[in-house]
């Protein structure tokens, strides 16, 4: 069961513990937390670490840049430059993109949405319109 503690009492154990010396001891004689919260709190620095970077957002990138980015490729180009040229966030999407359409063609760099619109096959009331 997870059970929160007030930093009083988390203080307190950490003293008691820094009396004496012992996990156990601690416990016993306080009643709380449980020995591996105990550890847990031994273990964490006293001032709190930096705070967590932000992630930032995936950026989906169209077909026609990863097609471009992927003949710059094969063309001898670093990575570095091809992410500079086809303003990419990062050069190691060209080697993913290039790994992908040596394994699958130009399919394999397209998204879900891209394969459905180039195979789109004219429905029956779009035909007869035309």
């Known amino acids: 069961m997870n059970r929160s503690y007030t930093k009083e009492q988390r203080r307190r154990a950490l003293q008691v513990y820094k009396r004496t010396q012992s996990v156990t001891k601690t416990v016993r004689e306080l009643g709380y937390p449980g020995r591996w919260t105990l550890y847990k709190w031994l273990r964490e620095p006293a001032k709190p670490g930096r705070p967590r970077k932000q992630s930032k957002t995936l950026t989906r990138y169209p077909f ?67």
């Not at 180009?77 to 993109?97: G, T």
């Not at 949405?113 to 789109?120: F, L, P, V, Y």
Request: glycine content about 4%.
């Open 64 to 130: 026609e840049v990863k097609l471009r980015a992927v003949e710059l490729f094969n063309a001898g180009w670093r990575p570095a430059d091809i992410a500079v040229e086809c303003e990419l966030r990062s050069k190691m999407s060209v080697y993913s993109w290039a790994q992908r359409h040596r394994e699958e063609g130009e399919w394999g760099l397209m998204s879900k949405r891209e394969r459905k619109e180039h195979t789109c096959m004219p429905t029956r009331a779009a035909f007869e319109k035309s």
